[in-house]
Each structure stands twice: as structure tokens, then as C-alpha cells.
């Protein structure tokens, strides 16, 4: 306000300067700015006036006394940051994490794109419907049941324990989800299984944009479909996966808490524990919330370095990026 | 309900009569009626000065202009199929037309949605909930972060006469249900009788036992050949079946571990001093043992895996012989739904010893209070009506009600013996005795009476055996009293606590399933020694010279 008034003084100025145009496209887009409003009261009132919250992260939180009359935490605010970092399970939790969700990324970013691209390939198109329909379908189940099954799948008597048990790669016995090094494999395996026919169908709209008129002068070019495929699709859609790559980067410590949780259980913590569900058993089950927030917070600061991060290279590598 | 007359016109009775004895000090007189004052007074005169009065002043039922009051309770399972909340159940609905309140419930799903509305701060007046285990630092820390409104001595004794007496009768119950600083934190579900402190322990099949020519187990060699017995003979494919919770749980209640001179997997107190007992070189053998029922395929492989209803149909269909579980809940359950099968019998055994006919060391055993406690909070603007509302549990005719349901309805008394009616034992609705009672009465959780299991709709010969042998143990000795940690521990304790637990937990599971191998079990200790055991010790330690000191 103060800066516009006395901007306001010179008024050459004041057309340039960010007040005064604000002003100015108020007065043109006025509709536009009126049907923005809900959005902004939204976002203030959800997003951004809980966040306030999070210095209870800072703070030895007492529900009773509310968030700002609880006493701030020893060491400056820091004990909860402290007490995590110097626990025993700080090097499980991140590993594991890491381990999940990186793999995870591995194996089901690009698996979409290419049952996209392959999807993009068939032909016959009553039979491409059907395969797309069938690919989506586990995305409306939801995840408790797709856990539930999952759990009865891998169950010690479960269809594909004794498929595998015949194979011998397990033992029939005995559950998967019993055995820590089967955890990471059921969790991306089953996490492929929902989610791949749902995320291809933005590439393949992706797809449906992509010029005719490009494939047509790389086959007068000579392009096999192979060749098109490298030349002319994947270009076409770069933008695309690079957007959902950046998107899926900022997610890569936030491992999705309910599907873990669903199928862990204490004997394979080792492998399975993560952080969000250490907040979920800290904050919720132990309600220690102080803590739960610290450990929050510390994931969500590493998610934001993530997001910044892979912007950056993907700018510097592709000349594309989110902002 | 003897005396017709208001709390008012008893109080300005007594007010008369200690004018004119010329006795009145603060708010301590609260006298019957000035008739019995002088007898009192002499009493009153040999004992301490500070309890002002051994008479209490009765509370009348309907309390006059009672109102309302919020209360927060959890959904129970016993009955949340059939009615939404509590008020609507036969016992709540009696509740307030006996007591004159009128309850406004606020039902929340379970522990962690309770834990939920804590954390919102906005607190109903009255709160029913299992502090001691779900609350970070129990009554004593829920009082200090000002959500549980500690009641003084004399509060009690105006308010809450009845349940005074419950709770002063026995100095240790009165310490059970104190803060450190003298104040009663709510009011406790009490068990009432010795037998209903226990009454968990190993459950297996004695006609499989009879069949195969065998004794029921005592020792960890007989279980163990029983087990194979079992495997071979009966072809149970998974001869001992239980979950991993279980499993833990089994060892911290030290069903098993005595015939290797380990009290059991908790803390326990062993002459006024805390051990914790998953520390213990003993422990070590205790995993090596069930490490060997896993190998050998006695204990079911997918224990860490299994849920409460696989180890019912398993103990059902034969496939299981034995298991662990409380003599209600599981022992009773399984025998109730195969009543109508043959050749199917259960007994539950007393835990395990080294030598026949030694004592067990150690079993479940409960403190006298023990569980859920209503507690008034903060929020509530009139605490002293409220109070009356939770002192009825505690009277006769409370008793009665949340113990039993409704005279004439659920059950007759015939010559001082409690019969349970037609609509408990046959009801035309098809409903089962346990969900009758479950509408009429608050036996299926804690609530704020004594318990009483003096009379039973459907106890089997065999369940009052079991409980018996349940208890049959020297638990008393070595248990760790209801303690409560200074506000000043109880962040560091309960972080402590939560991170040890987690790592014993996986350990234990690891130890047995042989993924760690047992010669790992010293550096086990040292990470435990390093995850800050001792400290842990250290306060406990603080904690039961207190309580001892109390």
C-alpha cells in the first residue's frame, strides 16, 4: 500500500510498476479475478492457514492448551528434530524409504508409457477399448480392498505363493508378506498392477495430439514404426512425461502411508517401515504429535529440495520444466 | 435409594447439626442427619484430623435439575450393529431415567479417533477411555495437560459417596487411583474378585490329550511332546497357533517362561526392585525354545502374518491344538460355537513350570484397577453434578444395573441367587446372551463400577476350571504396581518405551522365526542397553518407590 502510494507520486511509473498494473488488469479482467476468488479462499484456507500448525513441530504440543500456549521444545525448538535424527531406526526409515519409492518410480513411471505407446500401436479398435478398460479397472477398487486381495494373493495358501512355490521360487508354506525381502517386490508389483492403465490414459491423450501429418512425412522419410515411435512419438510427448516425472520426483519420500500400513506387520518392519508410517504410528497410535510433526516437516523439506532440484535439471538438461 | 430428600435438604440438615454440635470446618461435615452426628463425632475424634468425616452424606436418586452432560465413550462392538450410540441402549436409556441426567453421547471409532478428538481440544465433560495405555504419560500427564479435572479427596467424598467408599476400603485401591500429588483422577473400573485379575493363559484341546493317553502339560517338555503328539497323531498342521501380538503378549504375561527362571518378558518388580525382563540372559532361552517349536513346525509358520480369526477357525477345525487367550473371549467363544460338536473339548492349563508341581512364576494378573477410566474433564462447567451422575455405578442398585442389566428383565434374584431371565438365555429376537447383556448391562468393557462375576449366564464347567489354573501362579509378587511417572519423565519415558517396544517386538519375531540367529542375542542386549534400557529402569525404579511411599 505504501509502496503503490508513493509510486502513486510519479505517474509514469505507477503504469509499470506491479501495483499499478495489478490495478489495471483488476479493472479489465474483473469477472475473471471474481471467479478466481473461491480458488484463492481455498487454497488460504486450507492449504495455507493450517500451516500454521506445523510449529507444534517445534513445540512439546498439549491439545488442552492449544497450539500457541503450549511450551516451545528444548534446544531452541529442535529436540523432536534432534531426538529423530539421533534414533535408531533414522537410517531404516530413510533407506527404506528411499528404497521403496525409487524403485517404485523405476518400475512404474515408465511402464505406462509404454503400454501407452503400445496401446497407441493396435490396431483394432473395439479390441484396444477392451485392453484399456481391463488395464484401468484395478484404479477403481479401492485400496483397502486391493490390499485385501493382495494379502489373500500372497497368503501362504494364496494362488500366487503356490504358483511360485511350484516354480520353486518360495516356500509354499509360508506367507510372502512374512518374508522381508518379498516386501519391495509385492508392494511395486501390486502398485503396477493399479495404477498403470490409469496413468496411461493421459499419455495416450498425450498421443492423440501428436500431428498426423509428422508420421506421415517420416514415412515418406523412410521411418520404419520403430523408428517413428523414437523420432516422432516420444518427442511429441516429452513435455508430458516430463511434467508427470517432476511431479512424481516431488512424491519420492512421501511413500503412500495406507497401502504400507495395510500390508506390513511388525516382523518385516525392517524392510517395510517408512517414514510416513512411523508418523502414522508416532503421531496417531502413540499420539506423540510433537514428533510426528518433526518427522513431517523434516520429509516434507526434502520433498520440496526434490521438486526444486529435478526442475532444475530437467531445465538445464531438456530446456523444459514446471515453472 | 433410603433417604427421600435432596442433596440440598441434607446438606442444610447437616449444616444445622454441625452448627449445633458448633463442629463446622470448611466444607468438611457431611453428615447424614444430625441425629448421628454426636456418634460420629467421637469416632472422628480417635482418628487422623484430616478425614474430617467417616459418615458420608448419601447421594439421592433422581438428582434434582441434573441437565445434561456430553459423553465421549468409544463405539463398542458388543453393541454398535444394533444401536448408534449408548443412550439408546436399554441401560442408558435406565441410566437416565434413574439417575435423572441427561447424557449427550459423542462415540468415536476407536483408539486413534479418540486420540483425534483429544487432540482437537474441544472435550466432551465426561470421557471414558484407557489413559494408562493410550494416552502419552497415562492420568497423571492427561491431569497436568489440563484435559482430566483432578478431584480432590473432599470432592469425592461430597460428590461421589458411594465411590469413595469403593476406593477407600482398600489402601491399595486408593493408590491406584491417585495422581502423585494426592488427587483422584476418575472414576476406575475395579475388578471385585481375585479370580477376574486373571484369567488368560495356554487353552488346548484335553481330548486330544485324553485320546493320545496324555496328562495336561506342566512342564516345557511335556507341552513340547504334546505339541508332537498333536502334529503326528492328530495331524493338527499347525499344532500351537496364535499371532504374533499374541505371541508377545504371551511372553510379557509370562505364560511361558518360567520353566526357564524367567519371571516374564516385561517389567516386573522383584523385592521392591524393577527388572525388566526382556533383558534377561534367561530371555534367551526362552526364544530358543519357541525358535525350536518354529522349526519343527509346532508353532504356526505364518504366526507374524495370521489374524484373530484364522487362529479361531484353525482352533476350531483341528488344524490348531492349542493356543493362548483369555478364558472369556477366546476359550469361551470357541467352546460356545462347536457346543454342538461331538467330539471337541478345550482346557485351559496353568502356565508352564520346570518341575511338575512347581508354582508358575508369573501369569497375567491385573492391578485392582485396571482398564478404561471415566474421568470428568476440564470442559465440564458443573463437575460436582456429574460427579453424582458417575457415583451410581458404585451403589447397590448401580451394581446391579451395570453388572447384571435390569431387575425383572435380564435376570430374577430367588432366594439371594441371581437367575438370568428368558431374554438373556433364550431371547426371541435370536440375539446371544452376550449381546443382551451387552444392551442391559456394562460388563462387556470397564466402566465406572466394580466388577462382579459372582454369577454367569453361560460359564462352562471347564472355563471356571481354567480360570483357576489361570491364576493358580505367583504373579502377586512380582507384579508391577499401577504406577504413574512424574510429569517430567513422561515425555522421555513413553519416546524411550516406544522405540524399545518396537525393536523387542520385531527382535522376538526374528529370534523365533530363526531369521536372527540366537548367538546375536548379546548384541540384541547392547542395542537395547543403547536404545537407553536402563534409563527406562531408572524411572520405573522412581516410579514404584513412590508409589510405595503413597
Excluded at chain 1, 539421533?86 to 524409504?97: E, H, K
Excluded at chain 1, 495416450?204 to 495430439?209: G, I, Q
Excluded at chain 2, 447437616?14 to 447424614?32: I, N, Q
Excluded at chain 2, 474430617?52 to 463405539?75: H, R
Amino acid at each position: 500500500m505504501v509502496k503503490s502510494k508513493r509510486k502513486g507520486a510519479a505517474p509514469p511509473a505507477a503504469q509499470n510498476s506491479y501495483w499499478g498494473r495489478l490495478k489495471k488488469d483488476l479493472k479489465k479482467n474483473k469477472s475473471a479475478y471474481l471467479m478466481f476468488l473461491p480458488v484463492l479462499l481455498f487454497y488460504l484456507a486450507f492449504c495455507y492457514k493450517p500451516m500454521y500448525g506445523v510449529i507444534i513441530a517445534f513445540k512439546n504440543f498439549v491439545p488442552f492448551k492449544g497450539i500457541l500456549a503450549s511450551p516451545w521444545a528444548d534446544h531452541f525448538g529442535m529436540k523432536h528434530f534432534l531426538d529423530f535424527f539421533n534414533s535408531v531406526y533414522f537410517g531404516r526409515l530413510i533407506r527404506n524409504t528411499l528404497t521403496i519409492s525409487i524403485t517404485n518410480l523405476l518400475v512404474t513411471f515408465p511402464a505406462p508409457i509404454i503400454l501407452a505407446l503400445l496401446l497407441n500401436e493396435v490396431g483394432h479398435r473395439k479390441y484396444k477399448g477392451m485392453l484399456q478398460t481391463f488395464t484401468y479397472l484395478p484404479h477403481f477398487i479401492s485400496m483397502v480392498v486391493i490390499c485385501g486381495m493382495v494379502r489373500m494373493f500372497v497368503d501362504h495358501d494364496g494362488f500366487i505363493t503356490q504358483m511360485l512355490a511350484h516354480m520353486g521360487i518360495v516356500n509354499g508354506k509360508l506367507s510372502m508378506l512374512s518374508n522381508k525381502n518379498y516386501f519391495v517386490p509385492i508392494y511395486v508389483i501390486s502398485g503396477l498392477w493399479q495404477t498403470i492403465g490409469w496413468n496411461a490414459i493421459i499419455y495416450l491423450s498425450a498421443l492423440s495430439s501428436v500431428d498426423q501429418e509428422l508420421y506421415e512425412a517420416a514415412r515418406i522419410d523412410g521411418a520404419n514404426r520403430w523408428q517413428q515411435t523414437i523420432h516422432v512419438t516420444l518427442p511429441s510427448i516429452m513435455m508430458t512425461i516430463i511434467m508427470m516425472l517432476i511431479l512424481r520426483i516431488g512424491s519420492i519420500m512421501g511413500v503412500g502411508h495406507e497401502k504400507i500400513i495395510l500390508l506390513y506387520n511388525p516382523g518385516i518392519y525392517q524392510t517395510s517401515d517408512v517414514i510416513s508410517t512411523y508418523v502414522y504410528r508416532k503421531g496417531l497410535l502413540e499420539a506423540n504429535w510433537s514428533y510426528a510433526a518433526a518427522v513431517g516437516l523434516f520429509n516434507s523439506v526434502i520433498n520440496m529440495f526434490l521438486v526444486v532440484t529435478a526442475n532444475k535439471i530437467t531445465k538445464k538438461v531438456t530446456d523444459m520444466g514446471l515453472w | 435409594m433410603g433417604k427421600k430428600q435432596s442433596i440440598r435438604k441434607g446438606i442444610s440438615l447437616l449444616a444445622a447439626g454441625a452448627l449445633v454440635a458448633g463442629m463446622l470446618s470448611g466444607c468438611g461435615g457431611k453428615e447424614d442427619a444430625a441425629k448421628t452426628d454426636v456418634a460420629a463425632k467421637s469416632k472422628e475424634g480417635s482418628q487422623s484430623s484430616e478425614s474430617s468425616s467417616s459418615k458420608l452424606e448419601k447421594v439421592t436418586y433422581p438428582v434434582k435439575d441434573a441437565g445434561k452432560f456430553t459423553y465421549g465413550m468409544k463405539l463398542a462392538g458388543a453393541w454398535s450393529d444394533r444401536y448408534d450410540s449408548f443412550d439408546a441402549l436399554p441401560i442408558g436409556q435406565e441410566l437416565e431415567t434413574r439417575t435423572g441426567f441427561d447424557m449427550d453421547m459423542v462415540h468415536v471409532e476407536g483408539n486413534q479417533a479418540m486420540n483425534l478428538l483429544l487432540a482437537s481440544g474441544e472435550l466432551p465433560d465426561v470421557l471414558a477411555y484407557n489413559f494408562q495405555a493410550f494416552y502419552n504419560g497415562g492420568e497423571e500427564k492427561a491431569v497436568q495437560d489440563g484435559l482430566i479435572y483432578p478431584m480432590s479427596e473432599d470432592f469425592v467424598k461430597e460428590n461421589a459417596p458411594d465411590y469413595w467408599k469403593a476406593i477407600s476400603e482398600n489402601p491399595d485401591i486408593l493408590k491406584q487411583v491417585k495422581t502423585s500429588d494426592g488427587n483422584i483422577y476418575g472414576f476406575a473400573y475395579i475388578i471385585g474378585d481375585e479370580e477376574a485379575k486373571g484369567g488368560y493363559g495356554l487353552t488346548l484341546r484335553d481330548d486330544w490329550c485324553e485320546e493320545l493317553g496324555l496328562d495336561l502339560p506342566e512342564t516345557a517338555d511335556e507341552f513340547y511332546d504334546m505339541l508332537v503328539a498333536f502334529k503326528e497323531k492328530k495331524g493338527a498342521e499347525v499344532p500351537f497357533c496364535l499371532k504374533s501380538d499374541t505371541l508377545i503378549e504371551m511372553l510379557q504375561r509370562g505364560i511361558v517362561t518360567s520353566p526357564f527362571g524367567l519371571v516374564c518378558a516385561d517389567n516386573y518388580v522383584d523385592d521392591g526392585k524393577v527388572v525388566i525382563g526382556y533383558e534377561q540372559p534367561e530371555f534367551k532361552d526362552v526364544l530358543s525354545w519357541m525358535n525350536k517349536l518354529y522349526e519343527e513346525g509346532l508353532l504356526d509358520p505364518n504366526f507374524s502374518t495370521i489374524d484373530d480369526e484364522t487362529v479361531k477357525a484353525n482352533m476350531l477345525t483341528g488344524k490348531a491344538g492349542a493356543s493362548v487367550g483369555a478364558v472369556g473371549g477366546f476359550m469361551g467363544n470357541l467352546l460356545s460355537t462347536n457346543k454342538d460338536v461331538a467330539d471337541y473339548s478345550l482346557a485351559g492349563i496353568k502356565n508352564l513350570v520346570s518341575n511338575k508341581g512347581d508354582t508358575p512364576l508369573y501369569g497375567h494378573y491385573n492391578t485392582d484397577v485396571v482398564g478404561i477410566v471415566t474421568a470428568i474433564t476440564n470442559s465440564c462447567k458443573n463437575p460436582e453434578d456429574v460427579a453424582k451422575f458417575l457415583n451410581y455405578g458404585y451403589t447397590d442398585e448401580g451394581h446391579m444395573l451395570y453388572n447384571y442389566g435390569i431387575e425383572g428383565k435380564t435376570y430374577d434374584m430367588k432366594d439371594d441367587d441371581l437367575k438370568f431371565s428368558d431374554l438373556v438365555l433364550n431371547n426371541p429376537d435370536g440375539l446371544t446372551p452376550q449381546q443382551v447383556t451387552a444392551e442391559y448391562a456394562m460388563s462387556y468393557t470397564n466402566g465406572p463400577f466394580v466388577s462382579d462375576s459372582k454369577y454367569s449366564y453361560n460359564e462352562d464347567e471347564r472355563q471356571t476350571v481354567a480360570k483357576k489354573r489361570f491364576i493358580d501362579n505367583d504373579a502377586k509378587k512380582y507384579k508391577l504396581p499401577r504406577v504413574t511417572i512424574t510429569a517430567e519423565d513422561t515425555g522421555e519415558y513413553s519416546s524411550l518405551v516406544s522405540e524399545l517396544t518396537t525393536y523387542r517386538d520385531e527382535m522376538i519375531v526374528k529370534f523365533v522365526r530363526g531369521e536372527e540367529s540366537l548367538d546375536q542375542y548379546d548384541n540384541y542386549v547392547d542395542t537395547l542397553k543403547s536404545m537407553g534400557v536402563d534409563r527406562v529402569k531408572e524411572i520405573l525404579q522412581g516410579a514404584v518407590d513412590e508409589y510405595n511411599k503413597r
